[in-house]
Structures are given as structure tokens and as C-alpha cells.
């Protein structure tokens, strides 16, 4: 089954990967309680407010070394070029020297690693 509709955001420095909802003017992330963690709330989630700015959606695709690849992910290629993943003309993709690539379910991602995102200097 593919996790199309998983986000991720950051929340005082780590990131957190869930549904995202909002809240009162916030952006939340809900992440499933694990079935051992004793938590007070009856409906199985974790709730985050996180920086609006950081979200990122799970493109239902994976990397050379399975890492998923999120919007906002730095990626390098096997010949050394690296690029930003975005969300543009209705699919999700990069930007070369030229033109636009979409990334989709039948590319073949094994050039592409996961290096980092957009946000790492925020992360900790």
C-alpha cells in the first residue's frame, strides 16, 4: 500500500511525519500512537503544531537506498548534479539546467539519493 496523503513538518527542531490537519489557524501533523505508549487520548494520534513553512508532502516514492522522498528533500544524482524536489505543474519533480522532470511511479529513481532538505540548518 503507498502512504499518498503522508506529511511531515517541523516541531521545535525535529521533524514530525503523519496526516496533516489544521487547528485553529495552525498546521498540525498526526503521527499514530504506538500501540504500547500510554497516552491519555482516545483517538490514536499525536498531534504537532509545525512550522507551516517546512511541510512537505510524501511523494509515494523512494530513493536508490529506499529513503522516501518528501517535497522540500535535496537529492543527488549519480553524476554529481543536486536539486530541490517540488511540487509544480501538478506533479511532483526537479529542476535541471534546462528544463522541468517529473518524478512519477514508473521512474527509475536509482540516480536519486536523499542528501538532506531544504530546512536541515533548522533541524537538530
Not at 490514536?44 to 508532502?57: L, R, W
Not at 528544463?99 to 527509475?108: E, M, R
Request: aromatic letters at 14%; one cysteine or more.
Amino acid at each position: 500500500m503507498r502512504d499518498i496523503g503522508k506529511y511531515r513538518g517541523m516541531c521545535a527542531g525535529h521533524w514530525r511525519y503523519g496526516y496533516l490537519t489544521q487547528s485553529y489557524g495552525n498546521m498540525v501533523i498526526q503521527e499514530p500512537i504506538d500501540v504500547n505508549d500510554q497516552q491519555p487520548f482516545g483517538n490514536g494520534y499525536k498531534q504537532f503544531i509545525v512550522h507551516p513553512d517546512t511541510v512537505g508532502e510524501y511523494t509515494g516514492l523512494k530513493d536508490k537506498n529506499g529513503a522516501k522522498i518528501y517535497e522540500g528533500d535535496r537529492v543527488k544524482s549519480t553524476v554529481g548534479w543536486t536539486a530541490e524536489i517540488e511540487f509544480s505543474n501538478g506533479s511532483f519533480g526537479y529542476h535541471d539546467d534546462i528544463q522541468w522532470l517529473a518524478l512519477c511511479v514508473w521512474s527509475n529513481l536509482c540516480f536519486l539519493e536523499v542528501i538532506g532538505t531544504i530546512h536541515d540548518k533548522e533541524a537538530k
